[in-house]
C-alpha cells in the first residue's frame, strides 16, 4: 500500500497510534454515555435506540477518524477497499468466512446448541452488516495498512490483532462479561486475538479489505 508523500513512515505510524489512544478512549466515552443515558432515555434501551445509538457512535468514533488517517497516510478508501481486486477478495474472503463459518456450527453441535437463534433483525445487521464494515475499515484497513509497510507482515498483523482485541474490552466491561470471555476457550478473548489474526491475513493476500470484511461477517452470520 502506498504512503503519503507529504508525511514520513515514522509519522504516520505516530498518527495511527494517535487514533488508536483516541479510539479507546472515546469508545469508553461512549459506553459511559450509554450507561448514563439508559435510565432516563426510554428509546436509549429499545432495540432500535441501541441499533441506532452504537450505529452513530461508530460512525463518528471509528469510521470518521479511520477515512483521517487513511486520507493522512496517502490512501485512497477505494485502494484500501480494493475494488479492482473483488474476485481475491470474494475467494479469499468467502472461502476463510466458509471455513470459519463450519468451525462455528461444529462447536455448537459438539455443544449441545441450535444451529439457528431467533435474533432480531437489527441485531444480525449490526452483526453482519455494520460491525464488518467498521471494524476492518478501522483495523485492517486503516491500522494494518499504516503498519505495513514500516513493519514485516506477521509483526503488523500481531500488533493490530492484539489492538483489535483490546477494543472489546470496554464493552464486555460494561456489560459484565469482561472476566467471563477471558476465561472461556471460545467465543472470548482467544477467539478475538485469533480472528483479528485470520481477518488480518485476508486482507494481507487478497490485498483488499473487502475481503476480511467478507470473512469477517460470514463468521458473525454463523455465529449469531
Same mark, same amino acid.
Given at each position: 500500500?502506498?504512503?503519503?508523500?507529504?508525511h514520513?513512515?515514522?509519522?504516520?505510524?505516530?498518527?495511527?497510534?494517535?487514533?488508536?489512544?483516541?479510539?479507546?478512549?472515546?469508545?469508553?466515552?461512549a459506553?459511559?454515555?450509554?450507561?448514563?443515558?439508559?435510565?432516563?432515555?426510554?428509546?436509549?434501551?429499545?432495540?432500535?435506540?441501541?441499533?441506532?445509538?452504537?450505529?452513530?457512535?461508530? $460512525? $463518528?468514533?471509528? #469510521?470518521?477518524?479511520?477515512l &483521517?488517517? $487513511?486520507?493522512?497516510?496517502?490512501? &485512497?478508501?477505494?485502494?484500501?477497499m480494493?475494488?479492482k &481486486?473483488?474476485r481475491a477478495?470474494?475467494?479469499?474472503?468467502?472461502?476463510?468466512?466458509?471455513v470459519?463459518?463450519?468451525?462455528?456450527?461444529?462447536?455448537?453441535?459438539?455443544?449441545?446448541?441450535p444451529?439457528?437463534?431467533?435474533?432480531?433483525?437489527l %441485531?444480525?445487521?449490526?452483526?453482519?452488516?455494520?460491525?464488518?464494515?467498521?471494524?476492518e475499515?478501522?483495523? &485492517?484497513?486503516?491500522?494494518?495498512?499504516?503498519?505495513?509497510?514500516?513493519?514485516?507482515?506477521?509483526?503488523? *498483523?500481531?500488533? %493490530?490483532?492484539? $489492538?483489535?482485541?483490546?477494543?472489546?474490552?470496554?464493552?464486555?466491561?460494561?456489560?459484565? #462479561?469482561?472476566?467471563?470471555?477471558f476465561?472461556?476457550?471460545? !467465543? !472470548?478473548?482467544?477467539?478475538?486475538?485469533?480472528?483479528?489474526?485470520?481477518?488480518?491475513?485476508?486482507?494481507?493476500?487478497?490485498k483488499?479489505?473487502?475481503?476480511?470484511?467478507?470473512?469477517?461477517?460470514? *463468521? *458473525?452470520?454463523? *455465529?449469531?
Amino acid at each position: 500500500m502506498e504512503t503519503g508523500m507529504q508525511h514520513s513512515p515514522s509519522q504516520i505510524v505516530r498518527a495511527a497510534f494517535v487514533f488508536l489512544l483516541f479510539l479507546f478512549l472515546a469508545w469508553i466515552g461512549a459506553w459511559v454515555l450509554e450507561q448514563a443515558l439508559e435510565p432516563s432515555v426510554a428509546f436509549i434501551s429499545t432495540s432500535q435506540g441501541q441499533f441506532l445509538y452504537w450505529l452513530g457512535m461508530k $460512525l $463518528l468514533l471509528w #469510521v470518521l477518524p479511520a477515512l &483521517r488517517l $487513511l486520507r493522512y497516510s496517502g490512501r &485512497r478508501l477505494s485502494e484500501v477497499m480494493g475494488r479492482k &481486486r473483488l474476485r481475491a477478495a470474494v475467494i479469499w474472503g468467502g472461502g476463510v468466512g466458509v471455513v470459519l463459518g463450519a468451525i462455528a456450527l461444529g462447536s455448537k453441535v459438539l455443544g449441545h446448541q441450535p444451529l439457528l437463534s431467533s435474533s432480531e433483525a437489527l %441485531t444480525v445487521v449490526s452483526a453482519v452488516v455494520v460491525a464488518p464494515i467498521v471494524e476492518e475499515v478501522a483495523f &485492517r484497513g486503516a491500522v494494518l495498512g499504516v503498519l505495513m509497510p514500516r513493519y514485516r507482515f506477521w509483526a503488523a *498483523n500481531l500488533v %493490530t490483532a492484539v $489492538l483489535f482485541l483490546g477494543i472489546h474490552l470496554p464493552g464486555w466491561y460494561f456489560q459484565g #462479561v469482561l472476566m467471563d470471555d477471558f476465561r472461556s476457550p471460545l !467465543g !472470548g478473548a482467544l477467539s478475538i486475538f485469533v480472528l483479528g489474526l485470520v481477518f488480518g491475513y485476508v486482507a494481507y493476500r487478497s490485498k483488499s479489505v473487502s475481503g476480511s470484511i467478507i470473512a469477517h461477517a460470514l *463468521n *458473525n452470520f454463523f *455465529n449469531i
